[in-house]
T-cell receptor, first 113, second 109 residues
């Protein structure tokens, strides 16, 4: 059984489009995250979210927005895609905020043309 | 600014040798974690060491933490070809979580 799953695995789109990436976890965790990994493998946290609090990394453009329909899902919506948004986006979850191990999804490779 | 910096950036060893990678960070932490990322895959949690711990073991992994020097090291003993991956440290500062720059390990069979 996949613990943290993401769809789609690959996403190729044009500049200016709006797209969403879906994430689901079946671990019963309280906190979910979105990370961006650039071409140099640098990983940056974008959001952490539990049912009480959304923590946004202040460097993330407001074109990016997390949407959580329930505790097991945290989707990432991106408006007006730009070339610099091309990266691998990882979803992760953990039992509590930062304090323990995070479980990562397989990643979504986004290419903006 | 970067919270975690790892060195070396790349490491190539023969199977059976030990691999050591280091992580330095800038601000005080609650815990430090190590993750492995195989090519094209998500990250896998390896080990967590709390700020009041100095050493931790898990199988062939040994992690040390020196809070006075703001550094940690990950030792992989008796390396195997399957250990080939990128290794990242990550620090929990209490209100933020940062990944290091990563060490790319290649184990040659």
């Amino acid at each position: 059984d996949t613990a943290v799953s993401q769809t789609p695995k690959y996403l190729v789109t044009q500049m200016g489009n709006d797209k969403s990436i879906k994430c689901e976890q079946n671990l019963g965790h309280d906190t979910m995250y979105w990370y961006k990994q650039d071409s140099k493998k640098f990983l940056k946290i974008m959001f952490s979210y539990n049912n009480k609090e959304l923590i946004i990394n202040e460097t993330v453009p407001n074109r990016f927005s997390p949407k959580s329909p329930d505790k097991a899902h945290l989707n990432l919506h991106i408006n007006s895609l730009e070339l610099g948004d091309s990266a691998v986006y990882f979803c992760a979850s953990s039992p509590g905020t930062f304090r323990g191990a995070q479980y990562f999804g397989p990643g979504t490779r986004l290419l903006v043309l | 600014s970067q919270q975690g910096e790892e060195d070396p950036q790349a490491l190539s060893i023969q199977e059976g040798e030990n691999a050591t990678m280091n992580c330095s960070y800038k601000t005080s932490i609650n815990n430090l974690q190590w993750y492995r990322q195989n090519s094209g895959r998500g990250l896998v949690h390896l080990i967590l060491i709390r700020s009041n711990e100095r050493e931790k073991h898990s199988g062939r992994l040994r992690v040390t933490l020196d809070t006075s020097k703001k550094s940690s090291s990950l030792l992989i003993t008796a390396s195997r070809a399957a250990d080939t991956a990128s290794y990242f440290c990550a620090t929990d500062t209490g209100n933020q979580f940062y990944f290091g720059t990563g060490t790319s390990l290649t184990v040659i069979p």
